[in-house]
């Protein structure tokens, strides 16, 4: 069973399915996690540090699933491509994710404000992490290439930029997607990216120059 924070984060990133942020009530969070409100306030200080840890950790879960996939067994070009399509697969069902990786927040989000310059750190270690704000996108896309390690690091980045490319711009719609009033509608989901694409970051990846490090150019 997880313990009271990860409890309470997995309640608030339930709550968004249904509501948007600034309905999200904290009673009824602690009730879903079957904590006290207290304990609430205890972890989080408020419902902006709360925000603030749940978009910190949907950044941290996002790095540990791109290492875990580096990491696997195969060519590593193929790990790249890997990453690729789970950042597309995983971004469509995660809009703070999405929102961390483009900068496209909206309303129903939780954008966490900054900590109140000359506030008492947080009592909880994991809050004053938390507090310390969300990385900017640009920051994540780097924070993911340095998970490939200095030999993949550009080629990790531009797998990572195609990637966001389909996620910011999805395959288009069929005529039916227009709206009447001649704005495209959001898409229901986001598809995969196509084997096209995939060939592409395949080839990419796999071209060795005449450099002694084989660098990609």
């Known amino acids: 069973m997880p313990n009271a ?5 997995d309640a608030a ?61 195969g060519p590593p ?14 971004a469509a069902s995660r809009p703070v994710l999405r929102a961390l990786l483009t900068g496209a927040w909206d309303e129903r989000l939780p954008m966490p404000r900054p900590a109140r310059p000359g506030a008492r750190p947080a009592a909880v270690p994991a809050q004053r992490r938390a507090d310390e704000g969300p990385p900017a996108p640009g920051e994540l896309v780097a924070a993911t290439a340095a998970c ?12 990572v930029r195609l990637a966001l490319s389909h996620v910011v711009a999805p395959t288009l719609p069929s005529l039916e997607g227009w709206r009447a009033d001649g704005h495209c509608a959001e898409p229901d989901n986001w598809s995969p990216i196509t ?5 592409v970051i395949e080839m990419i990846l796999s071209v060795e120059t005449t450099s002694p490090r084989k660098t990609i150019p």
Not at 23 to 30: G, I, K, S, T
Not at 77 to 90: C, G, H, M
Not at 195 to 199: A, C, E, L, N, S
């Open 195 to 199: 084997p096209t694409m995939t060939r």
């Open 77 to 90: 070009e193929r790990n790249l491509v890997a990453v690729a399509e789970w950042i597309v697969t995983r």
């Open 148 to 159: 490939a390690g200095e030999r993949w690091a550009v080629g990790c980045e531009l797998a």
């Open 5 to 9: 924070r990860e409890a309470l984060l």
């Open 13 to 73: 990133l339930g709550a968004l399915a249904h509501r948007s942020w600034s309905a999200v009530r904290m009673a009824d969070l602690a009730v879903a996690a079957r904590v006290s409100r207290q304990t609430l306030y205890n972890e989080f200080g408020s419902k902006d540090g709360l925000a603030r840890a749940l978009v910190r950790r949907e950044a941290d879960t996002y790095l540990q699933g791109v290492r875990q996939l580096l990491d696997a067994p």
